[in-house]
């Protein structure tokens, strides 16, 4: 292959494509230079109309993959988030999810049993739960794996195993700084949305039900009618006059 300002030689175009892959895409080249810098060095080296068509190319690419990126963030899933806590006084010691879900302690926090093995939901569930990662890195298809994605007509992207697992990583995926929160998520996709009943899962597992210290009273009294109809327990939170923690006292009989 000619290496003339009118053409792209072997090695320019593996030092390109490695510049944008990952270590177990690559070939030929073990430590290539970031994507830009190599662009542009080759880019510069050639005639005015080769030029012209790399910057044609680059452009039709980064349009690309901007539709295929933007398709997968339409993959339609339905995300609830949790928090697992050892027991209520860890509940308790977290006042800053208090503060930043319930409203300022003006809200509730409900307690959900896993023991629905009887339900018909089991398998659904058990599935759908996982376990937040916290992390400083954020999930990412790769250039290459991007390039092998194809689109349907309506702009529909084709999931592939590959996909799948990037995606759902990328939903359980959340900086180290939120560690405190503890969080589980339930995730369903598209195929299970026939449990949905009008946008929303049945979630009938409910052990009891903690309220804030700053509920409002008609709101604290709607959710001791419901609980007292299902049988199920209410504590009321206070503020500790001892530490920065919460006390739980029971409020139904």
């Known amino acids: 292959m000619s290496v003339s300002g009118a053409h792209l030689s072997q090695d320019e175009y593996w030092r390109i ?10 070939a030929y ?7 830009f810098l190599e662009w542009t060095n080759i880019l510069h080296q050639k ?3 080769l030029q012209d068509l790399m910057r044609t190319l680059l452009s039709e ?6 539709r295929k990126v933007q398709a997968i963030r339409n993959v339609p899933f339905r995300v609830t988030c949790f928090s697992n806590f050892d027991n209520d006084e860890e509940l308790g010691k977290n006042t800053t999810m208090w503060s930043h879900y319930a409203d300022n302690h003006r809200g509730f926090c409900i307690k959900y049993s ?12 058990k599935c759908g739960l996982f376990k ?3 992390s400083a890195r954020i999930s990412k298809v790769s250039p290459g794996e991007l390039l092998k994605l194809q689109l349907a007509g309506d702009g529909v992207v084709d999931i ?18 939120w560690g405190y929160e503890k969080e589980w998520r339930l995730i369903l996709g598209k195929e299970n949305s026939n449990v949905l009943q009008n946008g929303r899962i049945s979630f009938p597992f409910i052990e009891s039900i903690y309220l804030g210290c700053n509920i409002d009273n008609t709101l604290s009294q709607h959710i001791l009618n419901f609980a007292g109809t299902n049988n199920i327990p209410v504590y009321k939170a206070s503020k500790s006059g001892e530490e920065f923690r919460l006390e739980f006292l029971r409020e139904n009989s």
């Open 17 to 26: 494509y490695n510049s944008q892959s990952s270590t177990k895409e690559r």
């Open 29 to 35: 080249v073990n430590k290539p230079r970031p994507f």
């Open 47 to 49: 005639n005015n109309n």
């Open 61 to 66: 690419a980064r349009g690309d993959c901007a």
């Open 114 to 125: 896993l023991k629905f093995l009887d339900s018909p939901l089991h398998s659904i569930l």
């Open 132 to 134: 937040i990662i916290y």
């Open 160 to 177: 592939n195993a590959y996909l799948a697992k990037t995606i759902y990583r990328a939903l359980i995926t959340k900086a180290r700084f």
